[in-house]
């Protein structure tokens, strides 16, 4: 891999700040946590460090408080679910860094635990600010990043404060991504299936272009399929597209078919008049969407074509939402595609926060491979990029 692992240490009693990636969804006003799958995924490496004696400091972000200290950020709600979880106290400063935190590091008892307040209250953070990274560091004596789902950005918590620590290496979760995720990057048993979805396909232009000498076909959907139809010439509706990004689109229809890679295009659609549970419904063809109406998911016969697909596959990538999921009726076309990417005989990995949710509220997740924490960082890590907060642990 490269790089050490949080087991190549010895945590007896040492300051071990584990930066960990606790930004998990909540409720808007009551600021709930909604799913707490990212706490219990840290959880390994938490119960890993406790075990033998380190003095803990856990650090995350939490949403986009944009360098501002913001109430609705704070990680209060996110230190008291931990409390629960490892059953121990979680001491709970108001920063992340100054005198203050300084002096209860130093306190700490061996197996103590103490999570920092959300790290993007600075913006040093996100700006990968020397000086921030080095206060940071000034907290540990051994570096643990296991934020995999943040590890495709260089900021000072996950890539800057490496530099000022020794002893630094990945946590037991991005261990286990690193492993899963290479798996696709070194020989993939064929055919290799990526299924792409989701609403935003200039985020993903990249992924495809990075992904066409790599898989063996991509099936497309949600929002970012409306793109590529209106690259063919197709009329949209009203759906959402990206016109601007319409030629690059066609550009990888054309590129794909000359490396002899399959992209698939949603055949039929689920419209209606907006995003509304229950709305009225028609399905169209592709061929056929109505001007004043717009596509909110995939429709019957794409599901069948994109199934046999899946069935015939032997490693499976999927990530994004096929149509409005979180709206019913527009769930059925990403709830259809979750249990058979868990029914197939392939490895299966999902990555991204929709596509995790999905299979989730499909109840399969139990029958996929590996489920990824990182939506941008797993489709970052299968282009082959070098991700900074792996990069920075090398020695
Ligand atoms: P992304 O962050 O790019 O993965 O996009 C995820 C979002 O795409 C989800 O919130 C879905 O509701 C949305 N989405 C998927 N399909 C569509 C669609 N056909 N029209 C509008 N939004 C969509």
């Not at 993903?204 to 076909?217: A, H, R, S, T």
């Not at 429709?299 to 596959?313: D, N, Q, R, V």
């Not at 995790?356 to 299968?382: R, Y």
Request: hydrophobic share 45%; proline share 5%.
């Amino acid at each position: 891999m490269g790089v050490k692992t949080i087991r190549d240490f010895t945590l007896e009693g040492k300051r071990v700040f584990v930066r960990v990636d606790f930004n998990v969804p909540q409720d808007k006003k009551t600021q709930a946590i909604t799913d707490d799958t990212r706490i219990r995924a840290s959880l390994p490496t938490i119960n890993y460090a406790l075990e033998r004696n380190a003095r803990l400091i856990l650090a995350s972000h939490l949403g986009r408080p944009k360098g501002m200290v913001a109430r609705e950020f704070s990680l209060f709600p996110v230190a008291e679910r931990l409390r629960d979880l490892i059953k121990r106290d979680v001491i709970f400063p108001d920063d992340c860094i100054g005198d203050g935190v300084k002096k209860l590091a130093k306190e700490m008892e061996p197996g103590q635990v103490m999570l920092l307040e959300n790290l993007r209250f600075h913006p040093q953070e996100e700006a990968n600010d020397p000086g921030f990274a080095q206060k940071l560091a000034g907290l540990c004596e051994v570096y643990i990043n296991d934020a995999f789902g943040t590890a495709h950005r260089a900021h000072a918590s996950t890539a800057g404060m490496a530099a000022y620590v020794k002893d630094k290496g990945v946590g037991l979760l991005m261990e286990k991504e690193i492993q899963y995720l290479g798996k696709l990057l070194e020989n993939p048993d064929r055919p290799y299936l990526a299924i792409l979805g989701g609403a935003k396909v200039s985020d993903k232009i990249g992924v495809i272009q990075n992904l066409l000498p790599k898989v063996d076909e991509i099936l497309v959907c949600g929002a970012m399929a409306y793109t590529f139809l209106l690259g063919r010439g197709l009329s949209v509706g009203k759906s959402l597209v990206e016109p601007d990004k319409a030629k690059a689109a066609a550009e990888i229809l054309s590129r794909a078919e000359s490396r002899g890679v399959k992209i698939f295009l949603p055949v039929d659609h689920i419209v209606a008049k907006a995003v509304e549970p229950n709305a009225e419904t028609k399905v169209v063809s592709s061929e056929k969407i109505p001007f004043d109406l717009m596509g909110l998911d995939i429709g019957p016969k794409t599901i069948e074509l994109y199934k046999k697909e899946i069935g015939l596959a032997k490693t499976i990538f999927w990530n994004g939402p096929a149509g409005v999921f979180e709206t019913p009726p527009f769930d059925k076309g990403t709830l259809e595609l979750a249990k058979a990417v868990a029914e197939a005989k392939a490895m299966t990995i999902v990555g991204g926060g929709d596509s995790v949710s999905a299979v989730n509220q499909a109840g399969v997740a139990d029958k996929i491979t590996h489920i990824s924490t990182g939506g941008g960082a797993s489709l970052e890590f299968l282009e082959g990029i070098k991700l900074p907060g792996i990069a920075a642990l090398e020695s």
